[in-house]
């Protein structure tokens, strides 16, 4: 087991990241009142939630001594999700601008920073491992970059509209 301590500590590193980011959706559903931002969200944190348990599976795995295999994890590896198809997409960023929602834009920012953080740390540390450790934390940052970029676009989105806005009333 020893040998597996250093890949216990990326892994607990991760686990806690993963945790406090579907802390931190969870939390945003409280905020955000639309239909559509709400179904997202609620999407992304059952993603997080099986992030959660690929990690927990890896750490079980290290713990015995053995090495990660995420072939063996097949029931929690997840398909790329749209979040929201392009009506639904259009839909939204209509009513964020109709409903001035200011603070979902926070929200989209937040969200798209912890994603980022989490995508550039798996792959970071994807570039230092080797085998099956290496394919799981590249499978980790893509699921991510998915994550991010979901975020990315409505938070640019967002950003631009308001910027566009009449100053003033």
Excluded at 26 to 32: D, E, H, S, V
Excluded at 48 to 60: G, T, V
Excluded at 121 to 144: C, D, I, N, Q, R
């Amino acid at each position: 087991m020893s040998h597996n301590k250093p890949l216990i500590k990326v892994f607990e590193y991760a686990l806690n990241q993963e945790e406090t980011g579907k802390l931190f959706f969870q939390t945003a559903l409280q905020r955000l009142g639309m239909g559509a931002a709400v179904s997202a969200f609620r999407r992304l944190i059952a993603e997080e939630e099986k992030h959660i348990a690929f990690i927990n599976r890896i750490l079980d795995e290290l713990h015995q001594g053995r090495e990660v295999d995420p072939g063996q994890l097949q029931d929690v590896i997840l398909e790329p999700t749209d979040y929201f198809d392009e009506r639904a997409k259009k839909e939204f960023l209509e009513q964020c601008i109709q409903g001035s929602m200011v603070p979902d834009v926070t929200v989209f920012n937040t969200a798209w920073l912890i994603e980022k953080d989490l995508s550039e740390f798996y792959a970071g540390m994807a570039e230092k491992a080797v085998g099956k450790t290496k394919s799981a934390l590249e499978m980790l940052s893509k699921w991510e970059r998915q994550h991010e970029l979901f975020f990315r676009q409505f938070r640019d989105k967002l950003s631009e509209t308001y910027a566009q806005m009449p100053w003033g009333g």
